[in-house]
Each structure stands twice: as structure tokens, then as C-alpha cells.
């Protein structure tokens, strides 16, 4: 039997919604050991996000999230620089922060990375850290890319501003030192969303090709009505009201309508055909849950090669908020062993 791209393909775009809200439960348990850190995330950031709070919530987003120089040369084992390269046709430039590893003696792996912060807030520097601590055991390099938020800077800027600076990097690698067959593209929340969109699009456009995509509790939906979706509302982190937010902000009123790219929500795809090797992880305690579950099974149904972990009793953001606890070591490790085993391919 061949599987065709168009599984699950209806008037809505990807996977086929039903006529009622699904029925839910309880929110799952959280794991015990990561419940200090979400007290400590809450203590930082608003219960939610509306749109009269953005500002106040990337002002705390910059002043906590960004790595410093020091952070980014690690102690002399990373050299930096931030560089501008062309934008998407007609748009301005973009900033590109781009960490080598000291002792590079040739063409090295390279991390493509895009930050999270809901399609509205942080920036190329945000998160950083976390993508480093992959990237130093392998001797990879760090692309971190500087793409313009919404609702500023609505569909498509975001995605296309990440595509550009791939297509950059690519088309630079042997002068930066990268070996451009080597290239994974990582991103976590909207960053994993707008890391699956590049990925379509380098699919799509025939150009930059990647090794692989590393998506971390993607926000790939926009019609925020999965399971966990409702049954995570109220949580205190990344809640549905808050990702409404984002949406709204980077679609207006498109959002949730017939009207959506597959590269701005890479759920309503209807081909995931063609993709690279792909790992997706995810807490069962968290607004993502679903949408990152069904997007690796509709890769598995389009012929495609996913790994995906559902970690039990993790919240949005859990790892970084308890590093500390077992399934927040654990899941470092199997992004560290997928990404090990790709590059050894």
C-alpha cells in the first residue's frame, strides 16, 4: 500500500478535527521533581499572557532569558560573533549570532537555532545556552538566528526571516567553517513550531537542505483546541489563553480559520513527505502535548523517520526549570544520543 501525502488532509488544512471539543480529564500530575521549578517559573512570569501584557512579559524575557558574552564563549571553548545577512526579498537585514567551537580544525557540525518565546517575545540570544550544551560534546557550531516578532511583524516575517538565515548559512557554510551537509535545525516552542515551518520550506523550495530537525514541545497548531489544548488551560504556564495570544498575534484574524500557511502552523500541512530525520519531545503536562504527538505520527504515516518522547508529569519548559529532576537529565541525554547518531550517518 503507498501512503500519500494528503493523509489527513480536510477544508481546515492537516489532520482532521472533530465536530465537538474533545471530552478531558484532569490535567496529568506533575512529576514531584519538577514541581519546585514551576513554583519558581510562576513567581517570575504572569499566570498568562494577553496582549496589553507583551511588553511587560519580553521585558522579563530579556532581562533573565539572554545569555551574556561570557555565557556564549563558555569558558574559552566558544568563540562568538553576530553578523547581519540579507533578509527575506524586500525585507530588512537580520542578525545572525554565530558561536564556533575554539578548536575547530576544519569544516564542523552546525546547530541552525530558533528561540522560542510564542511568536512574540525574546530574542536570537534567548535560550542559547541550552542549544550550546548540545552542540559543545559534538564540536558543533551555533547559528542562532534574529527574526522579527509579531504582532509587530505579523505572517510571514517570522518564519521567512528564519528561512533566510538558514539559506545564508548554507550558502556560507565552507567560509564559516561548517560542513553544510551537516546542518540541524533546533528549535523549542515557537521555535519548534517556526523550525518545522523552515523545514517545509527548504523542502518546498528544493534549497538548504538539513540533516535533521530537533523540535522541543513545538507550537505547531494554531487552532488551539487539541486535548491538551483545554485540558491544560489555567496552568500557570504557556496556557491556552496564552497561546492564543501568540497566535492572534502572528495570524490576526486568520488564526484558527481556513485561511493559515502550513509554514506559519505546520499542522495544517497536509504533505509531510520529504522531511529530514526528525525528534520531537514534549511533556504529557503541558498545551503541546497533542499537536506534537500527531505531528510525528503524520510524519510516521507520510513514510518519514521520527523519534518522539512524551515525557510523564513535564510542563512547558520543564528542563530548563528543573534541570535537576530525572526526566529533565533524561531528556538532555536523548537529544544529546539522536543527535550523536545522526551526525554519525
Known amino acids: 500500500m503507498t501512503l500519500t501525502g494528503n493523509i489527513g488532509a480536510n477544508t481546515d488544512g492537516g489532520v482532521p478535527r472533530p465536530p465537538e471539543p474533545p471530552v478531558v480529564g484532569p490535567q496529568p500530575t506533575l512529576d514531584p521533581e519538577c514541581t519546585a521549578g514551576l513554583a519558581a517559573l510562576q513567581e517570575i512570569m504572569p499566570k498568562t499572557i494577553i496582549p496589553e501584557t507583551i511588553a511587560n512579559c519580553r521585558e522579563i524575557t530579556t532581562t533573565l532569558a539572554t545569555a551574556t558574552d561570557e555565557d556564549l564563549r563558555r569558558n574559552g571553548t566558544y568563540t562568538f560573533s553576530e553578523r547581519e545577512v540579507p533578509g527575506p526579498s524586500g525585507a530588512p537585514a537580520i542578525t545572525l549570532l554565530i558561536c564556533m567551537p575554539s578548536s575547530s580544525q576544519g569544516p564542523v557540525p552546525a546547530i541552525y537555532n530558533v528561540h522560542g518565546g510564542g511568536m512574540i517575545m525574546a530574542n536570537r540570544r534567548t ?29 510571514p516575517a517570522p518564519v521567512e526571516d528564519c528561512y533566510a538565515g538558514l539559506a545564508w548559512t548554507a550558502e556560507h557554510a565552507s567560509a564559516l567553517g561548517i560542513d553544510p551537509s551537516q546542518i540541524i535545525i533546533v528549535g523549542g516552542s515557537a521555535g519548534g513550531g517556526l523550525a518545522a515551518g523552515v523545514a517545509l520550506l527548504a523542502r518546498d523550495r528544493g534549497n538548504s537542505p538539513l540533516l535533521g530537525q530537533l523540535l522541543m514541545c513545538p507550537m505547531l497548531d494554531d487552532r488551539n483546541d487539541t486535548a491538551s489544548a483545554l485540558q491544560m488551560d489555567g496552568s500557570g504556564v504557556w496556557d491556552r489563553t496564552a497561546n492564543r495570544t501568540g497566535w492572534q498575534a502572528l495570524l490576526g484574524e486568520r488564526q484558527g480559520g481556513q485561511d493559515v500557511s502550513p509554514y506559519a502552523a505546520p499542522a495544517r500541512a497536509t504533505d509531510l513527505s520529504g522531511l529530514p530525520p526528525t525528534l520531537i519531545d514534549v511533556g504529557s503536562a503541558e498545551i503541546f502535548r497533542d499537536e506534537a504527538v500527531t505531528y510525528a505520527s503524520r510524519i510516521w504515516q507520510a513514510g518519514g523517520s521520527a523519534e518522539l518522547h512524551v515525557w510523564p508529569g513535564g510542563f512547558h519548559g520543564y528542563e530548563v526549570a528543573a534541570p535537576e529532576a530525572a526526566i529533565s537529565r533524561a531528556t538532555i541525554r536523548a537529544r544529546n544520543d539522536w543527535l550523536a547518531r545522526l551526525l554519525a550517518k
Not at 127 to 143: E, F, K, R, S
Open 127 to 155: 535560550g542559547v545556552q541550552t542549544v550550546l550544551d548540545l552542540a559543545a560534546p559534538l564540536g558543533a557550531a551555533v547559528i542562532s538566528v534574529e527574526y522579527r516578532l509579531a504582532p509587530e511583524h505579523p505572517d
